[in-house]
C-alpha cells in the first residue's frame, strides 16, 4: 500500500505542478517548479521517500520519453542534419569526456581519474525535454531545434556507453583499450538502432493481424503501442545492445514506416491524446524524482564532507561552477570549430553550422542543458568496488552532476530567454501561405476524384441513384473544394472565409450538443445513442478547434 500512496502522492503532484507554475506571479518554468516540489516533498516535514533505483529509473521513464521524440522528429530533418548530429553526438562526447575529465582529475581533490571520466560521461548527455519545459514549445529557431533534437537523441548512448567503460575499468573487469571500446561502441550502437527498427517492423505486422482478428479495438491497439518502447529496450538490453537508441528507432520506425498512417482512424486519435498525458506525466515525473533526491543528497555530501577533512563542501559547489563553465567553453569552441570547418572545407555542401551568427551559436552552447539521464546515469554509478571497497569519490560525483543539472536548468532559465528576444522562431505569414497552398493542390486532386466519381455513378445502374440528386450533391462538394483551389492567390480572402466558416459551425455542432443533452433529459434518445452522437461531436469541435490553433 505504500507504494501504491507514493505513486498517488507523485502523479498528484506532478498534476498540481501544472496549476502552481500558472499562478506563481513570476514566470517559472515548469521543471523548476518540478523540481522544488519534489524538494519540498521529501523535506521532513513530509517526510516522502523514495528509494531510488537507477536501472528501474531507465526502464520506467526514459523508453517512453526516447520514443516519443523519436516519433515526433521528422526523419528526413534527422537524416538531413546527420552530419551536424554526429559531429554533436559522437565527437563532441568524446571531447567531453577526455577534456572535462581531465579538468576534474587536476581541479577537484580526492577524484581519480577514472571517477573524473565517469563522471564526464554521465555529464556529457543533453536533454531536450528539460529545454523544451524551460523555453517552451516553438521558441527556438527551428534551423537550431532540429540539431538539438537528434543530437540529445543520439548523444545518451554515447555517453552512457563511455560510462559503462569507466564504471568497467574502475571495477577491474575489462581493461581500456581505444580498438577495443570502438568495436564495443559500434556493436552496442548499431545493435540498438537494428533491434529497435526490427521490433517496431514486427509490431507493425502484429497490429494488422490484430485488426483482422478483433476488428478496429483501438483499446488493445493503443495498449500494444503503449508497450512498444518497453519492449524494444528490454529486448535489446537482453541482447547486450543499446536499449535507448533501440527506444529512439522504434519510435522513428513507427513514423518512417507508415505504421500510424495504416492503423485504424479510432487507434490514431486515441494513441495521440494517450501519448501526450503520458509524455507531461512521465516527464514531470522526473523533475519530481530530482527534487526529492536533493535533500538526501545533500545531507550525504554534508556528512562526507564533516567526516572527510581533505572534502571542503564550498569547493565542491566551486567544482559545480567550474565544471559547468567547461562544459559552456568545450560546447562553443567545437560549435565554433565546426562552423568554420563548414565554411572552409566544405563550401559546397557546407553544414547548417556554416550559416550561424554568433547569438545562434550562443543559443546553441546554452540550450544543452542537462537533466534525466545524468541523473540516472550518476546515480548508477556502483557503491561498491569488486574487492568491497567503496567506489571512490561516488557522493562527490553524485554532488557535482545533480548540481550542474541544477545550475544549467537555472542559467538557462535566464540566459536563453534573453538570447531568443526578438528572435524570429517561425515565419507565421510564411506558414499560412505554405498551408494555404498545400490546401489547394489537394483540393484541386480531390475535384478530379469527384469528377470521376459522379461519372462513375451517372454510368452505375445497380444504385438506382436519382441523376439530379447525384448532380446536387456533387456540385455542392466541388463548391466547396474550388474555394480552397480559389484562396490560393487571395489568402487573406480565403483566411477570412475560412475563419467565419469555422465560427458558424462551431455555434452550430456547439447547439446540436445542447439538443443531444435535451434529447436524452427527456427520454427522447438512449444513452448508447447520446454518447455516439456526442462521440461524433466531439471529433468535429476538436478538428475544428485545431484549425482554429493553427491560425
Known sequence: MEIFFTILIMTL????????????????????????????????????????????????????????DGWKTPTSEFFHHGREIIGLALVLVLITVVGIGYLIYWAVPGIPLIPAFALAAVLSPTDAVALSGIVGEGRIPKKIMS?????????DASGLVSLK??????????????????????????GGLLAGIVISLLYGRSLRLFSRWSGDDPA?????????????????????????????ASGMTVTRSGIMRQAPLAMRLRANSVWQMLEFVFNGMVFLMLGLQLPGILEISLQQADADPNVDIWMLIASIAMVYVAL???????????????QRLLKKKPMEFGNYTLRELLIA?????????????????PLYLADGEPFPARYELVFIATGVILFSLLVGVVVLPLLLRSVETIDKSKQRREMQEARAIMAGTAIDSLYKMEARLAEDTTENLDPELVKEVSSRVIGLMRRRVDGKNDLEAALLAENLERRFRLTALRAERGEVYHLRATQQISSETMNMLLRDLDLLETLLMEKEGAH
Open 220 to 248: 488493445t491497439q493503443t495498449v500494444l503501442l503503449l508497450l512498444l518502447p518497453f519492449a524494444s529496450y528490454l529486448i535489446a538490453e537482453h541482447l547486450g545492445v543499446s536499449g535507448i537508441l533501440a527506444s529512439v
Open 147 to 155: 540539431i538539438l533534437q537528434g543530437e540529445a537523441l543520439m548523444n
Open 13 to 68: 503532484a506532478v498534476s498540481l505542478s501544472g496549476v502552481a507554475a500558472r499562478i506563481i506571479p513570476f514566470q517559472i518554468p515548469l521543471p523548476l517548479v518540478q523540481i522544488a516540489l519534489g524538494a519540498l516533498l521529501a523535506w521532513p516535514t513530509f517526510g516522502l521517500h523514495v528509494d531510488f533505483d537507477p536501472a528501474l529509473f531507465l526502464v520506467l521513464f526514459i523508453p517512453p520519453l526516447l520514443f516519443a
Open 328 to 342: 559552456m567553453v568545450v560546447r562553443f569552441g567545437w560549435l565554433w570549430i565546426m562552423q568554420r570547418i563548414s
Open 165 to 190: 567503460f569507466a564504471v568497467a575499468v574502475a571495477l577491474g573487469t575489462m581493461v581500456f583499450t581505444v580498438s577495443g571500446a570502438t568495436i564495443e561502441f559500434l556493436k552496442v550502437a548499431l
Open 365 to 381: 552552447s546554452f540550450a544543452g542543458v542537462r537533466g534525466a539521464i545524468t541523473l540516472a546515469g550518476v546515480l548508477s554509478v
